[in-house]
Antibody, heavy 121, light 106 residues
Framework: QAQLTQSGAEVKKPGASVRVSCTASGYNFPNYYLHWVRQAPGQGLEWMGWINPKSDVTHYSQKFQGRVTMAKDTSINTAYMELTSLTSDDTATYFC??????????????WGKGTTVTVSS | EIVLTQSPATLSLSPGERATLSCRTSQNINTYLAWYQQKPGQAPRLLIYDASKRATGIPARFSGSGSRTDFTLTIASLEPEDYAIYYCQIRSSLVSFGAGTKVQIK
């Protein structure tokens, strides 16, 4: 059974950076894009970008260009998302998600439970 | 960037009623659209992909239709567990989600 396990909640001060990890199991991690999606409290879903674990190619939403870095370590089936220069607007739950079949290309049929990031002074 | 517009923002229906949710895109996307369900405190769940194909394990009361710029998610007869927020998403290298439709109990 495909699963994504995310790292625990974080509390950061404005101006700091945060790194969230996402470990895949039960499917062939290198073969499928890994997306990051965030959701501010009471708000909708906001796509941040994806990484191709096989090639290291990334594609970021223009909104986060320059502030986000997505990386992976295929030896441990883990993806990372780092967001810098945090402000209170970055307070949100951050999800990793992936499609686990070729028919789900650019769709997301497996999701992590989410990592809550709180930015507060 | 393709904009997705979901309507209505909120739908108030009783159990057993039919729910019809709309998603319109600002450009022709053929049938490259998915629908997700999200309940409070949970991650989204993929319901429909490529506009009309049910994802694995999704009940038959969920159906999707549409193409080009107009898409519909239909829940044939609402069950208590169907009250949630529904999002549409385009299949593209530049992923985008709609703002969501909340289906609440009337």
């Amino acid at each position: 059974q495909a699963q994504l396990t995310q790292s625990g909640a974080e509390v950061k001060k404005p101006g700091a950076s945060v790194r969230v990890s996402c470990t895949a199991s039960g499917y062939n991690f290198p073969n499928y894009y890994l997306h990051w999606v965030r959701q501010a409290p009471g708000q909708g879903l906001e796509w941040m970008g994806w990484i191709n674990p096989k090639s290291d190619v990334t594609h970021y939403s223009q909104k986060f260009q320059g502030r986000v870095t997505m990386a992976k370590d295929t030896s441990i089936n883990t993806a990372y998302m780092e967001l810098t220069s945090l402000t209170s607007d970055d307070t949100a739950t951050y999800f990793c998600a992936s499609g686990t079949s070729t028919v789900y290309f650019y769709y997301m049929d497996v999701w992590g439970k989410g990592t809550t990031v709180t930015v507060s002074s | 960037e393709i904009v997705l517009t979901q309507s209505p923002a909120t739908l108030s229906l009783s159990p057993g009623e039919r729910a019809t949710l709309s998603c319109r895109t600002s450009q022709n996307i053929n049938t490259y659209l998915a629908w997700y369900q999200q309940k409070p405190g949970q991650a989204p769940r993929l319901l429909i992909y490529d506009a009309s194909k049910r994802a694995t394990g999704i009940p038959a009361r969920f159906s999707g239709s549409g193409s080009r710029t107009d898409f519909t998610l239909t829940i044939a007869s609402l069950e208590p567990e169907d009250y949630a927020i529904y999002y549409c998403q385009i299949r593209s290298s530049l992923v985008s989600f709609g703002a969501g439709t909340k289906v609440q109990i009337k």
